[in-house]
């Protein structure tokens, strides 16, 4: 199983972005997907997750700017981040959960006037 992201760059502060993924290879079709982000200096967090049911979970500094969507036709998934602001900069890795664990290569998302 492989995962691309793609998407990202920078944006000013108050701006939006989307980044996507797309999962390939053998993928049960009950998973998990999900954008993990890390920031110089951190731990990688979870941003936001999303069932192949469509149920969706959110870090709390997130909720109300970011929405996780995917499409299962496609084996992708997307994140649109609205509200964005320098505090969001980090690299976004798109994560595949199901027996096993799978990471995406990560996408630099900066957000700087």
């Known amino acids: 199983v492989q995962l691309q992201a793609s998407g990202g760059g920078l944006v000013q502060p108050g701006g939006s972005l989307g980044i996507s993924c797309v999962a390939s290879?053998?993928?049960?079709?009950?998973?998990?997907m999900g954008w993990y982000r890390q920031a110089p200096g951190k731990q990688r967090e979870s941003v936001a997750t999303i069932t192949s049911g469509g149920n969706t979970n959110y870090l709390d500094s997130v909720k109300g700017r970011f929405i996780i969507s995917r499409d299962n036709t496609k084996n992708a998934v997307y994140l649109q981040m609205n509200s964005l602001k320098p505090e969001d900069t980090a690299v976004y890795y798109c994560n595949l959960e199901t027996r096993n664990t799978y990471w995406g290569q990560g996408t630099l998302v900066t957000v700087s006037s």
């Open positions: 290879g053998k993928i049960s079709k009950v998973n998990i």
